[in-house]
Nanobody, 118 residues
C-alpha cells in the first residue's frame, strides 16, 4: 500500500503561481509512474499531468500544457506540480497518484485544494 500526501494548495489570484508537492511512503518510489488529477466542484475528476518512473516523458492535459510542469525527485520520494499563469477554471482539488507500469492498481492521495480567484 502506497501512502501519498499532497501539500502546497491554497488560494491565489488569477495569473499567479503555486507549487504542489506529493510525498510517497513507498521505498521503491522510483518504480512508480506518478500523476496529478484534479476535480472541480460539480465536475468529474480529470487528468492533469503524468511523469514516468525515471522522470522522462512528461505528459499534460491540453488545458494545462505550457502552464504546468511536473517533475519528480526519486531521492526524496517526491513529485511536484509547478502551476503558472493560473486561471479561475484551475480551481479544484488536486490529487497525486502512483501506479506501477502495467499494473491496474492506482493509489491516490487525499488531495489538496487550489482556489484561483479572478
Amino acid at each position: 500500500q502506497v501512502q501519498l500526501v499532497e501539500s502546497g494548495g491554497g488560494s491565489i489570484q488569477a495569473g499567479g503561481s503555486l507549487s504542489l508537492s506529493c510525498v510517497a511512503s513507498e521505498r521503491t518510489f522510483s518504480n512508480y509512474h506518478m500523476a496529478w488529477y484534479r476535480q472541480a466542484p460539480g465536475k468529474v475528476r480529470e487528468f492533469v499531468a503524468t511523469i514516468n518512473h525515471n522522470g522522462a516523458v512528461p505528459n499534460y492535459a491540453d488545458s494545462v500544457k505550457g502552464r504546468f510542469t511536473i517533475s519528480r525527485d526519486n531521492a526524496k520520494n517526491t513529485v511536484n506540480l509547478q502551476m503558472d499563469s493560473l486561471h479561475p477554471h484551475d480551481t479544484a482539488i488536486y490529487y497525486c497518484t502512483a501506479c506501477l507500469p502495467f499494473v491496474a492498481t492506482k493509489y491516490w492521495g487525499p488531495g489538496t485544494q487550489v482556489t484561483v480567484s479572478s
